[in-house]
């Protein structure tokens, strides 16, 4: 019975959250003394597709359909719950992104599995139990879940565990899935895609800002500093709510989940609720004018200052250091 992993491509190619997922999947896959069996739905060569096989897939199998091409997490579990059924995978291993977070849920109800969302560790086999990690109370604590059904589904937290590099045996097949019009009950009429930035979760260093920064006409100098550095931007959520950063940047309880090598906060107070989105990144960095603010509790190195000073500072001294002067 093969682990199956679930991969999504941006742009042609994997991101690192896949080839987290797949080694993760490859390590499960130990553990059951079985194989790794990576599923895709984008028509994507078979060279970049067997590339998955340097972190440990055994097999890449490609469902292409048009229906496929825009994302509706119930067909996508639909579809993933046939492929295991084909297949006779009982364990399904997700990135915890965006679409994993939609889709494994929507999967565990159809496959009657059990369900850890946001895996931190590798799992543990007590008899047929496996026993995984995971953080609980927005990161504040550390839970050990245990899964006692047949049927299994991880979703992995990017970042928590770090992919391993293995010989690649990998192969390449195509699988049919028959899919009906009405398996989908999402009609999609525009697709919007951000272009030209550094993905959020894929990030090393994430420049945020929160309501501290006073209007989105001041975001030119946290855009500038997220340039110099090769950084993505993100907010707190009360600016992405009143629309001066898209939501797609919120990061958070309530939004995106972070856990970059480096993680600068300007003018961010440091609620809970922000904290749990962003404090498993290996660096934080605050600047607030509150010297009383919750975020230095948090951080590694804190300014206490004016971000309207301090930022634009530090961007001249970011391109003079880069510049070698
Ligand atoms: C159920 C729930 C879920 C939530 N989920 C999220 C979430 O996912 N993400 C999230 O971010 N929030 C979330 N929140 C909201 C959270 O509780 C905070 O309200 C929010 O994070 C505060 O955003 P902020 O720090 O940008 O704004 P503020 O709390 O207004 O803080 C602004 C900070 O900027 C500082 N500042 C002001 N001017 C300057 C200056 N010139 N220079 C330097 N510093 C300055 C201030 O000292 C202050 O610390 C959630 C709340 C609830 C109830």
């Not at 929507?106 to 850890?116: D, H, I, Q, R, S």
């Amino acid at each position: 019975m093969p682990v199956l992993v679930f991969a999504e491509s941006a742009n042609g190619t994997f991101k690192k959250s896949n080839f987290e997922a797949v080694s993760y999947g490859a390590r499960v896959a130990a553990l059951l003394n079985t194989e790794t069996f990576v599923i895709d739905f984008e028509n994507l060569s078979d060279d970049v597709l067997k590339s998955l096989g340097d972190y440990g897939a055994t097999k890449v199998y490609r469902v292409t359909n048009d229906a496929l091409k825009n994302f509706d997490a119930g067909l996508h579990a639909k579809v993933l719950n046939d492929v295991a059924q084909k297949l006779n995978a009982t364990t399904v291993i997700f990135s915890f992104n965006y679409s994993g977070k939609a889709i494994a849920p929507v999967l565990a109800a159809k496959m009657n599995a059990g369900y850890v969302a946001g895996a931190i560790d590798i799992p543990v086999m007590e008899g047929s139990t496996m026993k995984i990690r995971k953080n609980v109370f927005s990161g504040k604590a550390i839970a050990l879940y245990a899964i006692h059904s047949d049927n299994k589904i991880i979703a992995l937290t990017p970042n928590t565990v770090a992919p391993e590099k293995t010989e690649n045996k990998c192969s390449v097949e195509n699988l049919e899935i028959a899919i009906k019009a009405t398996d989908s009950k999402v009609k999609v009429k525009e697709v919007v895609k951000a272009s030209g930035k550094i993905t959020l979760s894929d990030a090393d260093i994430v420049v945020s800002a929160g309501r501290g920064l006073k209007g989105p006409e001041n975001w030119g100098m946290v855009e500038e500093m997220a340039n110099i550095l090769g950084a993505a931007t993100a907010c707190s959520r009360p600016v992405a709510d009143i629309h001066w950063r898209p939501h797609e940047e919120h990061v958070g309880q309530t939004g995106l989940t972070v856990r970059p090598n480096l993680y600068i906060a300007l003018g961010i107070s440091g609620a809970i609720q922000h904290l749990a989105g962003v404090n498993g990144s290996k660096v934080i960095v605050v600047i607030n004018k509150d010297p009383e603010a919750p975020f230095f509790k948090a951080a590694d190195y804190g300014i206490v200052g004016d971000v309207f000073e301090v930022v634009p500072k530090l961007n001249e001294a970011f391109k003079r250091f880069k510049a070698g002067a």
